[in-house]
């Protein structure tokens, strides 16, 4: 894989956790955003596009300002404005699981030029699972930096994971400052 061929997504981040076992995703959703906060920049200095993809909240709005100041709560507050789009980041919003159905991001990765992705976020046995089943079949190598998804249960997440590598062929790897270039080369 070559990082000029390469996005970020970062799916699900920002949320307002008002669901059934939310407080849980949310101190999970605090611990692995700092990691995806390194992976970001990093990504950046590589001139690989971030695109986070973000459930709607029946707001059915692309407005990132909208969407942050509905999410903004107790549960979010600790790192919402850390891992927020900055303004070179594109958001797109999402009616259902996956980042690729209903939205523009096959649209938009083609215009990028995109042909691998790295997928981080929330949750792990659900938005990115089902995202990464539809980048496999739409024929894109996937990278999953496993501390850079989180689900409520840890057993699912590695379950998700296992799905991922085995099913889908995606590179499982540990994030760490300075390595993703040679994950993305390594490939």
Not at 73 to 88: G, H, M, Q, R, Y
Not at 107 to 112: F, K
Request: one cysteine or more.
């Amino acid at each position: 894989m070559e990082s000029s061929n390469t996005a970020l997504l970062i799916i699900d981040m920002i949320n307002d956790f008002n669901f059934e076992h939310g407080n849980i995703l949310a101190e999970k959703a605090l611990i692995i955003a700092e990691q995806i906060q390194q992976l970001k920049k990093q990504c950046k200095q590589e001139n690989i596009p971030i695109i986070y993809i973000n459930d709607h909240y029946n707001l059915w709005q692309a407005e990132l300002n909208k969407v942050i100041d509905y999410c903004r709560n107790e549960k979010s507050e600790l790192f919402i404005d850390k891992i927020k789009p900055d303004d070179t980041d594109y958001f797109l919003i999402k009616p259902r699981h996956s980042a690729f159905y209903g939205t523009a991001l096959y649209t938009l990765l083609h215009q990028l030029h995109v042909k691998n992705l790295i997928l981080t976020g929330i949750a792990g046995n659900i938005c990115v699972l089902f995202t990464a089943n539809d980048a496999y079949m739409r024929e894109y190598p996937l990278l999953i930096p496993d501390n850079c998804i989180a689900s409520v249960d840890d057993e699912d997440n590695k379950y998700a994971l296992r799905m991922m590598k085995n099913v889908m062929n995606a590179k499982i790897f540990t994030f760490k400052k300075n390595t993703i270039i040679s994950s993305l080369s390594s490939s």
